[in-house]
């Protein structure tokens, strides 16, 4: 089974930056597909980014330009690195994992982690 933990929530201003970390255990990583979602209160959770079946990033609309998802694959771990953070980024982040299903992530969102708070003040 994976184990994921998140680490580098925080607080912070308006327009600052932070760096999000996930280090996967448990499973061959490049046997996974990484992505990070986050929810707030009141709120549907949202996929904010991703690596797809080819190992290419994608994104949600609202991070756009200002997120990037990287991986550091000898080290198991996945990143998010958060520029021009807005109080609407505010939420709790959580690393997710797919398993590949005959070649393809399952898109079954089948680990998590604890999650790690960001709140962004104005």
């Known amino acids: 089974q994976v184990q994921l933990v998140e680490s580098g929530g925080g607080s912070v201003q308006a327009g600052g930056s932070l760096r999000l970390s996930c280090v996967a255990s448990?499973?061959?990583?490049?046997?996974?597909?990484m992505a990070w979602f986050r929810q707030a209160p009141g709120k549907e959770r949202e996929r904010v980014a991703r690596?797809?079946?080819?190992?290419?990033?994608t994104y949600g609309d609202s991070v756009k330009g200002r997120f990037t998802i990287s991986k550091d694959n000898a080290e198991n771990a996945l990143y998010l690195q958060m520029n021009s953070l807005k109080p609407e980024d505010t939420a709790m982040y959580y690393c997710?994992?797919?398993?590949?299903?005959?070649?393809?992530?399952?898109?079954?969102?089948?680990?998590w982690g604890q999650g790690t708070q960001v709140t962004v003040s104005s």
């Open positions: 690596f797809n079946s080819l190992d290419i990033a």
């Open positions: 997710a994992a797919d398993v590949r299903r005959g070649g393809l992530c399952s898109g079954e969102n089948n680990y």
């Open positions: 448990g499973y061959t990583f490049s046997r996974i597909c």
